[in-house]
């Protein structure tokens, strides 16, 4: 399928940038001692977001290894899930820039700015033309200090912008009410970890309190590991956010405005992404002998607005794919939600296939969103078709290889 919008590759500045930071640290070791520190360093954080869940700001964000490591390792798959949220927002959602004066920003839980970075680079990269003032909160001083040097050393990657940092704990953002008047907020990674062990009433009270600090066409686009119970947390808080305020619509992933369907029901599936990303030349290297997956990046995700969604037919053929695309002996499968928010799964014979359409069908990727040419009407939950011209793409965004 042809996509409907490109990200550009990961900048090869800033994984330059990074490398070069990381053996100015210990200029006494050789490279190959540098990457070891760095790999065992990846190990330890591995652990901290996957399994003790620990993210005191004494070893998090304040040590030298763990930035630099995060820095050279974590940075490109954050730099694209941001990204790839930001090219659903701008491409399919109807976020728009301000027609004149500066566009504003903010981050929490920036760090070291992998997504504040990303807004930057990629809203140019789509012809924003207006000037940027992006505000980046996060507790660790250390990681804004780091943000402030890559934006000022790398300011050819996003000219006529400017950040203004701030040491903040995320979970007191009472005095930020009277600010407020952003085209955008964003927030990846982080909203996890700063409520972390909290109810879902104080979640929705947070993202409910956000919206408050959006201009009346503004979105708040929010990123996730793709873990089912934090993204079960993160709908959650959203269904919930947009019951309490009549002032909140959620506009991503699905339609006309619905909660996260597969939060009700029994499903096999949760609501994530997954995209193809090629990584630095470094990435690949940190990461031989640890055989993590890198050359795809998992996310969910969630868009709140002011504005009520665009509205779709219920039996307008469009879906999102909520599955992978499945090569099976006599088949290709895959699962959507559409319009009315029930699950479906389309099927193709293979033997009805070139292996051309073959070759469109199994690139879609988990999050894409197309339209079934003939609307969908008195139907089970199974859908077949004949050929890969039956769909056309809504939105599907993809990555751009580095030079």
């Known amino acids: 399928m042809k996509p409907t919008i490109h990200l550009p590759a990961y900048p090869k500045e800033l994984a330059d940038w990074w490398w070069k930071e990381t053996t100015q640290q210990w200029p006494e070791h050789g490279q190959e001692k540098v990457l070891n520190l760095i790999r065992e360093e990846i190990v330890r954080q591995s652990d901290r977001f996957n399994k003790t869940r620990d993210f005191d700001p004494s070893s998090y964000g304040a040590r030298d290894l763990s930035v630099l490591a995060y820095g050279n390792f974590y940075t490109p798959r954050t730099f694209a899930a941001c990204g790839f949220s930001l090219a659903e927002a701008f491409n399919f959602r109807g976020w728009r820039a301000p027609g004149k004066g500066p566009l504003r920003i903010l981050d929490l839980g920036s760090g070291t700015g992998a997504s504040s970075l990303a807004a930057l680079f990629y809203l140019r990269a789509w012809g924003i033309k207006n000037p940027i003032q992006l505000d980046a909160w996060?507790?660790?001083?250390?990681?804004?200090?780091?943000?402030?040097?890559?934006?000022?050393?790398?300011?050819?990657?996003?000219?006529?912008?400017?950040?203004?940092?701030?040491?903040?704990?995320?979970?007191?953002?009472?005095?930020?009410?009277?600010?407020?008047?952003?085209?955008?907020?964003?927030?990846?990674?982080?909203?996890?970890?700063?409520?972390?062990?909290?109810?879902?009433?104080?979640?929705?009270?947070?993202?409910?309190?956000?919206?408050?600090?959006?201009?009346?066409?503004?979105?708040?686009?929010?990123?996730?590991?793709?873990?089912?119970?934090?993204?079960?947390?993160?709908?959650?808080?959203?269904?919930?956010?947009?019951?309490?305020?009549?002032?909140?619509?959620?506009?991503?992933?699905?339609?006309?405005?619905?909660?996260?369907?597969?939060?009700?029901?029994?499903?096999?599936?949760?609501?994530?992404?997954?995209?193809?990303?090629?990584?630095?030349?470094?990435?690949?290297?940190?990461?031989?002998?640890?055989?993590?997956?890198?050359?795809?990046?998992?996310?969910?995700?969630?868009?709140?607005?002011?504005?009520?969604?665009?509205?779709?037919?219920?039996?307008?053929?469009?879906?999102?794919?909520?599955?992978?695309?499945?090569?099976?002996?006599?088949?290709?499968?895959?699962?959507?939600?559409?319009?009315?928010?029930?699950?479906?799964?389309?099927?193709?014979?293979?033997?009805?296939?070139?292996k051309e359409d073959q070759k469109l069908l199994l690139s879609l990727e988990r999050g894409d969103i197309v339209e079934q040419g003939n609307p969908l009407e008195n139907q089970d939950n199974r859908v077949r078709l004949m050929g890969a011209d039956e769909i056309r793409p809504l939105f599907i965004p993809r990555w751009q290889e580095m030079d």
């Open 138 to 354: 996060d507790y660790s001083g250390k990681s804004l200090t780091f943000l402030r040097r890559i934006h000022r050393e790398n300011s050819h990657l996003w000219q006529n912008t400017s950040i203004n940092t701030e040491r903040k704990d995320l979970r007191h953002l009472e005095d930020s009410s009277n600010q407020g008047g952003y085209d955008l907020i964003i927030s990846s990674y982080a909203l996890n970890e700063w409520l972390e062990g909290t109810e879902e009433n104080l979640r929705a009270e947070v993202l409910s309190s956000l919206g408050n600090l959006l201009k009346e066409n503004g979105h708040l686009v929010l990123t996730e590991p793709a873990d089912g119970e934090v993204c079960r947390a993160l709908h959650g808080a959203c269904r919930q956010a947009v019951a309490e305020n009549k002032r909140m619509h959620i506009l991503a992933p699905y339609f006309n405005g619905m909660p996260c369907p597969l939060l009700q029901k029994q499903s096999k599936f949760f609501s994530h992404e997954v995209r193809t990303c090629t990584p630095p030349p470094m990435v690949e290297k940190i990461n031989h002998p640890l055989n993590l997956e890198i050359r795809e990046v998992k996310f969910g995700m969630s868009i709140l607005a002011r504005t009520q969604p665009r509205q779709i037919p219920e039996n307008s053929g469009v879906f999102r794919i909520i599955s992978p695309v499945r090569k099976r002996k006599g088949t290709i499968t895959l699962w959507g939600i559409g319009g009315n928010g029930e699950e479906l799964e389309f099927e193709w014979q293979r033997r009805n296939l070139l």
